[in-house]
């Protein structure tokens, strides 16, 4: 089991990756009046069909062949149950698929969301190949963060040098306190 | 709101200084595993850590990578460190306190930090 929300949207996002997506995108959405707690993970990648969207929710189906178990999805489905929220897998063979689990956000059994800057930050800076769009939102405000706008702007300096990595940490640091007023979920 | 407007005078400050990280066959490659598996047991402030210490100290032979599951699940966090005409050093159960041990020992001296490697497990 994975402890937090944003170790799950990390774990959840690698599937993306494997996928070869080329642009990844990630909401995470806070309404406290409707009491919930929305993670939208999509991709552009390779895509599933109908029979393997069926049985990703099973831990015993992976496409890897080094094992025959894969936890992830079972994971991040469960822990957005157990609070009375809800979880679905769209997917299309060579268009992509879009994750979306809804926490009950006072639910007593929903796991922190933890630290998602982190979490976004390793897959910006762990994956410069692929392109991010990063969405926070709590209540009415919000922040978004478009590494195709960064790579625009910064020509070819890459995302992970040293200066542009500590810039994206306190884009997300500042915003994000910004955003939510420094609120503990 | 931070705005991309600091993203500028990073890029004319950078404009120019053609690879400033060294990425040519004699460096070291430090792996972490960052499966279910290794995020489940750690994995994420292990590499955050290390990648942070390597860039503080200025490390430049060094690349900090991540990769699927190593396939020892128990034994994660798993750091391996990959050193060309060297054998493989395999770090087990990893935590940030003792991934900064190995950069001090390992990645600036060079002695291997035996007492997490998986060998003695």
């Known amino acids: 089991m994975l ?3 944003s170790l799950n949207i990390l774990d959840i996002a690698q599937n993306s990756i494997r996928a070869e997506a080329d642009l990844i995108e990630i909401s995470v959405l806070v ?3 409707a009491d919930s707690l929305t993670v939208i993970i999509n991709d552009d990648g390779c895509g599933m069909t109908a029979e393997q969207v069926a049985s990703v929710e099973d831990p015993f189906f992976t496409t890897r062949s080094t094992r025959k178990i894969g936890l992830g999805v079972p994971f991040f489905r469960m822990a957005a149950l157990i609070t009375g929220g ?7 063979v060579s268009v992509g698929t879009k994750v979306k689990a809804v926490f009950v956000l006072s639910h007593i059994d929903r796991m922190p969301l933890g630290d998602i800057n982190s979490s976004i930050h390793t897959l910006i800076t762990y994956n410069t190949g692929i392109d991010f769009v990063y969405t926070y939102g709590f209540d009415g405000a919000s922040f978004t963060l478009d590494t195709r706008q960064m790579r625009e702007i910064l020509g070819g300096v890459p995302l992970d040098s040293p200066e542009v990595s500590d810039y994206i940490k306190e884009y997300l640091d500042e915003n994000k306190k910004e955003t939510d007023g420094g609120a503990q979920l | 709101m931070k705005s991309l407007e600091e993203l500028k005078a990073i890029r ?6 053609v690879g400033f990280r060294d990425e ?6 430090v792996v972490v595993g960052m499966a279910t598996c290794g995020i489940a047991a750690g994995a994420r402030p292990v590499l955050t ?5 390597v860039q503080e100290k200025g490390l430049d032979k060094v690349k900090v990578v991540q990769t699927g599951c190593i396939g020892l699940c128990k034994y994660e966090p798993i750091v391996e460190v990959i050193e060309p005409g060297k054998e493989k050093v395999t770090y087990v159960h990893m935590t940030p306190d003792k991934a900064i041990e190995i950069i001090d020992k390992h990645l600036v001296r060079g002695q291997v930090v035996s007492e997490y490697t998986l060998d003695m497990k």
């Open chain 2, 49 to 53: 850590t290390l990648s942070d210490k």
């Open chain 2, 24 to 29: 040519g066959d004699d460096g070291i490659r």
């Open chain 1, 31 to 33: 309404d406290r009046e």
């Open chain 2, 12 to 17: 004319e400050k950078m404009q120019g200084q």
């Open chain 1, 86 to 92: 809800t979880f679905e897998i769209t997917s299309e």
């Open chain 1, 3 to 5: 402890p937090e929300i």
